[in-house]
């Protein structure tokens, strides 16, 4: 079988990490392969490079919760299985750390625990034309941008509005995302098995604000009206914030596709006890 190694290199350490992954896939008698940027490390590795991530049976990645983001569109592309092992502060996603490794072989060779976590689309429509389009695993961000005043985020969803508020963003949350910005904005955590989409405001200018859950069968969309030249730009899964112009139409639905994170352990809710309680402690 072969597994696909995906490693976020500017982490300290793990290239190291990933040929030791390598090795011991090797010896298991698993095929450890490479794709894209990470096959100029493929020597280095030990690892074969492949032309599709489609030949794979497994994805493991090498990083943090972006790398598992990274690599989690792809595996979701493809429909292949992926395991995390965390080289980054928190690695929510992670299933392993790295002293756990040698797990590794043992866990895909055998019977798989797979949770199973929707994706989102974003699009935007500039004058009725869509000008961009996005797969989204934890969320998509609209913020002001900096020193700007407050804009009108206006949410409507199925075609009827909804909310106007005035609010340094909202966020547009997947299950998985809910532990992520959403939660440090005063958003529920969510069972990551959901069907669902979750929407929080950002600092809303109101005494009245809630976080909201809406059907994955629903159609969300923003329109940004700005105030005294108020600017805002919108971001997905962390990436870089694009702007959104006033008379925009942000869109966010459920996706085709949905992720299988294997999982060990105490899984989901294990993580949550020791990697979001515990520091309250």
């Not at 030791?20 to 020597?43: D, H, N, Q, T």
């Not at 019977?111 to 969320?139: G, Y």
């Not at 994955?216 to 899964?237: C, E, G, M, P």
């Amino acid at each position: 079988m072969r597994v696909l190694i995906g490693c976020n290199f500017q982490k300290e350490g793990s290239l190291e990490l990933a040929a030791k992954i390598s090795a011991l896939l090797s010896e298991s008698g698993f095929e450890p392969s490479v794709y894209g940027k990470c096959s100029e490390y493929a020597r280095q590795m030990g690892a074969r490079i492949v032309e599709t991530p489609a030949i794979c049976d497994f994805v493991v990645t090498v990083g943090g919760d972006g790398t598992i983001i990274k690599w989690g569109k792809v595996a979701a592309e493809h429909d292949i299985p992926l395991l995390g092992v965390n080289m980054g502060r928190l690695g929510f996603m992670a299933t392993l750390e790295p002293h756990e490794i040698s797990r590794i072989p043992e866990i895909l060779g055998g019977e798989l625990t797979i949770s199973r976590r929707i994706l989102l689309e974003c699009k935007v429509f500039r004058e009725e034309r869509e000008i961009f389009s996005e797969r989204v695993m934890n969320d998509v961000i609209l913020s002001r941008s900096s020193v700007s005043k407050l804009p009108e985020f206006v949410v409507s969803c199925g075609g009827a509005e909804l909310s106007r508020v005035r609010a340094d963003g909202v966020i547009f949350s997947t299950p998985t995302g809910s532990t992520a910005y959403s939660l440090s904005a005063g958003g529920p955590i969510l069972s990551p098995d959901l069907e669902c989409i979750e929407f929080t405001a950002l600092c809303p200018h109101t005494l009245f604000n809630r976080p909201m859950i809406f059907s994955d069968k629903q159609i969300l969309t923003v329109r940004v009206n700005h105030y005294q030249n108020s600017k805002a730009t919108f971001s997905v899964d962390g990436g870089s914030g694009i702007p959104l112009f006033e008379g925009d139409a942000l869109q966010v639905m459920r996706s085709r596709l949905t992720l299988g994170l294997i999982e060990t352990g105490s899984g989901f809710y294990g993580a949550v006890r020791s990697k979001l309680m515990t520091p309250l402690k």
